[in-house]
């Protein structure tokens, strides 16, 4: 069962879209939940063949838009909302994953008689990984996580000391999309959001109080996130396991739109060692 671009409304809050895949059966299933990363989407690439196989292993998988992340309800695939992108900060996507963590384990959602809520498994990648290990770390429902291609500082790209001078004289500054080519905004805002909550978003704290099991997956030829962030967070969980993808980019070597019918070696290689790990 597919439940694709439902809408959760909260209230005076951005809507936030989300995707369901499921077998609706007798059993309560294991909820995972996915965060997607920086210029990401639920719909970006191949990630509809992760949620796909994931149902296929009876899990509730579940991806959504971050509420700032550029898309809206109408539209949300890349980023017609850029207004919104500017605005967006760690702390909006923390209650976003809060929110939707929320709404699929209330007793008044749907189809909860499909979940098992004492299995939660939180999977993000790039920033998204960051933001999920830092939920992680505070939320104890939160039984497993799965971080690929994750960042291990948030610290490093909140700013470029360089320019915080200019970049607080001019209100905002630009990132230029390689892929859309659109001019990105990031506000100020993002960086005060940051030094406001400097504690709680240090990954390298939040890695260290993490009591739970941690899969770590990263390509040997990423250089979006080098290698190295995925050793660092290994380093710092207590029970974690970092499976070296080689030879494997920042994206496990797919690409959007994804046009394909066969898939990468590495990308399914991914999805296995996530779901082995989630059935232990």
């Not at 709404?103 to 999920?132: C, K, M, W």
Request: aromatic share 14%.
């Amino acid at each position: 069962m597919k439940l694709i671009n439902q809408i959760l409304d909260r209230g005076d809050k951005k809507p936030i879209l989300w995707d369901a895949y499921f077998n609706k059966n007798s059993k309560q299933k294991p909820l995972i939940i996915f965060c997607h990363g920086y210029k990401g989407f639920k719909d970006w690439g191949a990630w509809y063949k992760v949620a796909e196989s994931f149902a296929e292993e009876d899990f509730f998988f579940v991806k959504f838009n971050f509420s700032h992340n550029g898309g809206t309800i109408k539209q949300p695939i890349d980023f017609p909302d850029l207004e919104a992108f500017g605005q967006n900060n760690y702390s909006k996507e923390l209650n976003d994953l809060a929110d939707i963590i929320n709404f699929f384990t209330n007793p008044s959602f749907e189809y909860i008689d499909q979940i098992d809520v004492n299995a939660i498994v939180l999977i993000g990648h790039s920033r998204g990984g960051g933001i999920a290990i830092i939920k992680a770390s505070e939320d104890p429902r939160i039984k497993k996580l799965i971080t690929w291609a994750s960042v291990s500082s948030f610290g490093k790209r909140s700013s470029t000391t360089g320019d915080l001078v200019q970049w607080k004289e001019d209100g905002v500054k630009y990132i230029t999309n390689g892929r859309t080519k659109q001019q990105m905004p990031h506000y100020y805002q993002f960086y005060e959001d940051y030094i406001s909550n400097e504690k709680r978003f240090d990954i390298e704290r939040c890695s260290k109080a993490l009591k739970i099991p941690h899969l770590i997956l990263h390509g040997t030829n990423d250089s979006a996130v080098l290698f190295e962030e995925g050793e660092n967070l290994a380093h710092w969980s207590l029970k974690a396991e970092l499976v070296a993808l080689k030879d494997t980019d920042h994206v496990f070597n797919t690409k959007h739109p994804w046009d394909e019918n066969n898939f990468p070696k590495a990308f399914l290689e991914l999805i296995k060692k996530s779901i082995e790990f989630t059935k232990r």
